[in-house]
């Protein structure tokens, strides 16, 4: 399974929304509708951000959505906040029962 | 609450074999299918293992397949990684995780432990 793609970086000031792209194959993302996004703070465990393309478990801020189109899915930050500083990885199924994650992108609050 | 405390990493020479273990607690474990997902240092995620949540099933990335078997006993609430012909490759953070829903697997990691750091050197 090859990583899925993200850009290295993403930046925003506060309020601002910001958007990072996770591009695949017909072979994962746009094969399927399990693509979920996971926060991860310096030495900490990543965090489920969004499952389901874009469900956002109990507790995570309206702030975040995801959505998908083709072979690329998307996660928005929108009313970028301080606290948001942190890497993003996506993750998507990859078929025969093994999963893929993204490259990562490291979100800055300017 | 849901715990999970990764134990068995360390220090390894090449070549070495290792089990990493997941001690499960605050829900029902053999409810649930179970991952390994592994971070070598300022990288980033990489699947490892998926196992289903009465352990008739196991899955391994590509990469490791062969080297690496995912494992559990639900009677302890434990999940195992063995790692046979360590490798520098595969110095890294390994971390449990379990998935959201009960079941079979849905790929979507509801909550993960700290980590255990595997490191490969001589």
């Known amino acids: 399974q090859s990583a899925l793609t993200q850009p290295p970086s993403a930046s925003g000031s506060p309020g601002q929304s910001v958007t990072i792209s996770c591009t695949g194959t017909?072979?994962?993302?746009?094969?399927?509708?399990?693509v979920s996004w996971y926060q991860q703070h310096p030495g900490k465990a990543p965090k489920l951000m969004i499952y389901e393309v874009s469900q956002r478990p109990s507790g995570v801020p309206d702030r975040f959505s995801g959505s998908k189109s083709g072979n690329t899915a998307s996660l928005t930050v929108s009313g970028l906040q301080a606290e948001d500083e942190a890497d993003y990885y996506c993750s998507s199924y990859a078929g025969r029962n093994k999963y893929v994650f993204g490259t990562g992108t490291k979100v800055t609050a300017l | 609450q849901v715990q999970l405390v990764e134990s068995g990493g360390g220090v390894v020479q090449p070549g070495r074999s290792l089990r990493l273990s997941c001690a499960a607690s605050?829900?029902?474990?053999?409810?649930?299918?179970m991952h390994w997902v592994r971070q070598a240092p300022g990288k980033g995620l990489q699947w490892v293992a998926v196992i289903s949540f009465d352990g008739t099933s196991k899955y391994h990335a590509d990469s490791v397949m062969g080297r690496f078997t995912i494992s559990r006993d639900n009677s302890k609430n434990t999940l195992y990684l063995q790692i046979n012909s360590l490798g520098a490759e595969d110095t890294a953070i390994y971390y449990c995780?379990?998935?959201?829903?009960?079941?079979?697997?849905?790929?979507?990691?509801?909550?993960w432990g700290q980590g255990t750091l595997v490191t490969v050197s001589t």
């Open positions: 605050g829900f029902s474990f053999s409810n649930y299918a």
């Open positions: 995780a379990r998935d959201r829903g009960s079941g079979y697997s849905n790929g979507y990691l509801a909550y």
């Open positions: 017909s072979s994962d993302i746009g094969g399927y509708n399990y």
